[in-house]
């Protein structure tokens, strides 16, 4: 899988936000409204695409492993599981 379908399956797993464009805008499973154009930013509604279970304790890279996270909430939670 290329890294740009990766990138598209991973936004597709965020929560749609009422209103907005799903295309555009998600939440994270912490409730963080993030921007799909703020990928890789550290800005408020940048985010990441984290390891659900860190790949330090064992995670894999497959889809079921990963998630949408806000930028800050990934860079805090670190190799957390």
């Known amino acids: 899988m ?27 499973d912490l409730g963080n409204e993030i921007y799909y ?14 390891h659900s279970k860190p790949q330090s304790k064992g995670g894999t890279d ?3 492993n990963l998630r949408p996270l806000q930028t800050k909430e990934n860079r805090k939670k670190g190799n957390k599981y």
Do not use: C
């Not at 009422?18 to 555009?24: E, S």
């Open 2 to 28: 290329s890294y740009k379908n990766k990138k598209e399956q991973v936004w597709g797993k965020g929560k749609k936000v009422r209103g907005k464009d799903p295309n555009l805008y998600r939440r994270d």
């Open 37 to 50: 154009h703020s990928y890789g930013k550290n800005t408020p509604m940048g985010w990441e695409i984290d």
């Open 62 to 64: 497959h889809l079921n």
